[in-house]
């Protein structure tokens, strides 16, 4: 139904093992690079504050907002 209490610069990445090759094809900072990486051998939900894990986290999350499995409570920002 969606996710709730967690707003930006927090975010939801729903099963990120399924859904790696669509985060390799996503346009990221360098320094953000890395986390994509290791989020490859999870599943389910992973939680991500994007302030803490980018320098860039405006860029990055105007690269990945649209994304089907990147949520946040209400994904405007």
């Known amino acids: 139904d969606g996710i709730k209490g967690i707003a930006y610069p927090n975010i939801v990445v729903i099963d990120p093992k399924e859904?790696?090759?669509k985060w390799e094809k996503t346009e990221a900072?360098?320094?953000?690079?890395?986390?994509?990486?290791?989020s490859k051998k999870d599943s389910g939900l992973v939680i991500i504050n994007l302030e803490e894990h980018t320098s860039q986290p405006k860029e990055l999350w105007n690269a990945i907002k649209n994304l089907d499995f990147v949520q946040t409570a209400n994904n405007i920002v």
């Open 29 to 38: 900072p360098d320094d953000f690079k890395d986390l994509v990486w290791s």
């Open 19 to 21: 859904n790696h090759s």
